[in-house]
């Protein structure tokens, strides 16, 4: 707990000990020199800040722009132009009727330039995990003091489990072996949100409370630091999950708004100027984001998607308010620089301020041209998730989004798996018909693919046909997309929501303590966890560095006779994805896919190492896969 006070508090050195006025914090709590934008917005949080007069500084290279006083009395704006500025560390005068506070500013050195960071692409395969699901360190800490009321009970699908950033930093080399290369996390930071009378907690991480710690559950800002430094010297990228739309309801923001449209809340509410509890009277969400882009959508529709609030434990953030927009844009760029992420996920895209959101991805793009986020626009329609991406034309507005997430791939296929391939809508049909309206996108390369995630039920659902999981991989890992891979899925984790979300967020076995099941090694697996951990990690070791997947053309071929082929070709070099979609065996006609084979004789399948005669029609087995490299 000391280390993370140190923390901090490092940059808030009160000189003046006569000081009239008390500063508890300030937001960053440091800063970098040498920014493309040099201009930094420092929110000062300090009981009756506002009495404040005037800020001043005489650091070289550094001017005060401006000061806003805001509608809490304890909070103050300080906008601030840092252009010539050196790193070093700089005096903030802060002055109430002529009498002054002092406190020291700490401003840094870049590691690199903006333009030396690079984010994930399609030659990357991201895996999700939670971490509080996916394995404990050594020195995982007890009932921390100072938190709101929680527990870690395992037997608990809906609490807190104790895994930790150390865990996930101990089983790095398990990354290594199954072949992936970046590493998304739910949430790191924290959720001071005390666990509720249904027996539910903020383990998953999607309700901030602080937006400059590490949940302190999870490890301090310097194990973050650390993991990433790690992963990096093992050719592993990160990449943070972040929520821009709402915060937690614990933040001190719901206590004491800044503002009175801080957060969207009903206008007569904003118009009287109430700054307390706003729980009291807030709009739901409909959950619907189809209003965003409906050209007939009504304002209340339209209101009630984007301005009401998730659950009511999580208040909805105004991104309109400007001074909101650049506190969270400025958070987004602090960690990049602070601990060296390669990436965000930013969760619940649609249901913020779109104009707010581009602003954000504009300024980052900008400052980091070769840095990816992806957004999460869950809608199972092409059309909609291709207007989201950066520079479509389908939208009025410029996202500058690069990187969107394909629900309908994920859709097409969840239904896919329990049918039969038939000659029109069927089973394989459905993700050939997904992937026909890839037009749509200006940047298909650049949208990420899965099969599930946290929020959906596990692929396998509660069985375990790895037969249909393979084919399922088999797709996701060839095609032209962005991969992510859910946490488990390789040793054949399954799960359903329909009683809890816990369900399908299970412990991965053997990374915590007592667990008498150690998937993370081949001795601990069963056999049919090492089978599936095995050709999974083949698949990926294949992909791994593979141009013919991460630049090659790609050719689909309508289902035919049940069987669904995709060709990817760069320099010569061919990958043939075969999959047989039904539960009888079935006949490949060769000579219908000449455009792709060509005079190619023989083939390896890079699954199992067996050559093919190319020659003569192939008969496939029922739902059998196959890669061929030639």
């Known amino acids: 707990m000391k280390r993370t006070i140190i923390l901090m508090f490092l940059a808030l050195q009160i000189v003046g000990m006569s000081a009239k006025v008390k500063i508890d914090r300030i937001d960053p709590t440091d800063w970098y020199v040498g920014m493309k934008n040099p201009q930094l917005q420092l929110m000062v949080y300090g009981k009756d800040i506002a009495t404040v007069q005037e800020v001043t500084t005489d650091y070289p290279g550094a001017r005060i722009d401006s000061v806003v006083h805001l509608d809490s009395p304890n909070y103050l704006l300080v906008y601030m132009n840092l252009k010539g500025a050196k790193a070093g560390t700089m005096t903030l005068k802060f002055d109430v009727k002529g009498k002054k506070s002092e406190v020291s500013y700490q401003l840094k050195e870049r590691e690199m330039a903006g333009d030396k960071r690079k984010g994930f692409t399609n030659a990357d395969v991201l895996y999700m995990l939670m971490p509080d699901r996916f394995a404990q360190g050594a020195h995982h800490p007890a009932q921390i003091k100072g938190m709101n009321t929680y527990k870690e009970d395992r037997s608990q699908p809906s609490l807190r489990h104790g895994g930790d950033l150390e865990g996930i930093r101990d089983h790095l080399d398990y990354f290594l072996e199954l072949g992936v290369t970046a590493l998304w996390f739910t949430p790191v930071l924290e959720n001071n949100s005390p666990d509720n009378d249904n027996g539910f907690s903020t383990y998953h991480g999607y309700a901030t409370t602080d937006y400059y710690k590490v949940d302190p559950r999870f490890g301090s800002n310097e194990d973050y630091r650390r993991l990433a430094d790690a992963a990096h010297q093992k050719g592993l990228k990160i990449v943070m999950d972040m929520i821009f739309n709402h915060c937690g309801f614990e933040h001190p923001w719901v206590a004491d708004m800044p503002t009175k449209d801080w957060f969207n809340l009903p206008e007569w509410l904003v118009e009287s100027g109430g700054t307390s509890n706003p729980t009291k009277s807030f709009l739901q969400t409909s959950y619907k984001l189809t209003p965003v882009k409906d050209p007939y959508a009504s304002k209340i529709d339209l209101k009630e998607t984007v301005d009401g609030w998730f659950v009511p434990t999580m208040p909805d953030l105004n991104q309109r308010n400007p001074h909101v927009m650049t506190y969270l844009i400025q958070n987004s760029i602090w960690w990049i620089e602070t601990v060296g992420i390669d990436g965000i996920r930013m969760d619940t895209y649609p249901y913020a301020d779109a104009k707010g959101m581009a602003r954000w991805m504009k300024e980052l793009d900008e400052e980091y041209p070769n840095f990816n986020t992806v957004g999460e626009t869950w809608v199972t329609e092409p059309a909609y998730t291709a207007s989201w991406q950066k520079d479509s034309k389908l939208s009025a507005e410029n996202s500058y989004l690069k990187t969107v997430m394909d629900f309908s791939f994920f859709d097409k296929l969840s239904q896919a798996k329990n049918e039969e391939t038939d000659p029109w809508w069927n089973g394989l049909n459905r993700i050939y018909n997904s992937f026909v309206y890839d037009y749509l996108y200006p940047n298909p390369?650049?949208?990420?693919?899965?099969?599930?995630?946290?929020?959906?039920?596990?692929?396998?659902?509660?069985g375990c046909d790895s037969l249909v999981l393979k084919q399922a991989l088999a797709l996701l890992l060839t095609v032209n997309r962005i991969p992510q891979l859910y946490y488990g899925t390789e040793i054949l984790m399954n799960g359903t929501k329909e009683v809890t979300d816990g369900n399908v967020r299970k412990d991965f076995p053997g990374g915590f303590?007592?667990?008498?099941?150690?998937?993370?090694?081949?001795?601990?697996?069963?056999?049919?966890?090492?089978?599936?951990?095995?050709?999974?990690?083949?698949?990926?070791?294949?992909?791994?560095?593979?141009?013919?997947?991460?630049?090659?053309?790609?050719?689909?071929?309508?289902?035919?006779?049940?069987?669904?082929?995709?060709?990817?070709?760069?320099?010569?070099?061919?990958?043939?994805?075969?999959?047989?979609?039904?539960?009888?065996?079935?006949?490949?006609?060769?000579?219908?896919?000449?455009?792709?084979?060509?005079?190619?004789?023989?083939a390896k399948d890079i699954l199992t190492g067996r050559y093919y005669d190319l020659s003569k029609d192939l008969t496939m087995r029922p739902r059998q896969s196959l890669i061929l490299e030639y």
Request: charged residues 20%; hydrophobic residues 30%.
């Open 445 to 462: 390369s650049s949208v990420m693919a899965f099969i599930d995630n946290h929020d959906t039920d596990r692929f396998l659902g509660n």
């Open 513 to 602: 303590p007592g667990d008498t099941h150690n998937a993370f090694t081949k001795e601990g697996r069963t056999k049919a966890e090492q089978q599936m951990f095995q050709w999974t990690s083949r698949l990926l070791q294949w992909r791994k560095g593979n141009p013919v997947i991460s630049k090659g053309k790609q050719t689909q071929f309508i289902p035919y006779d049940g069987i669904y082929v995709i060709a990817r070709q760069y320099q010569g070099k061919t990958a043939l994805t075969i999959l047989n979609g039904t539960s009888k065996p079935a006949t490949m006609q060769v000579k219908r896919y000449a455009e792709v084979i060509g005079d190619t004789q023989r």
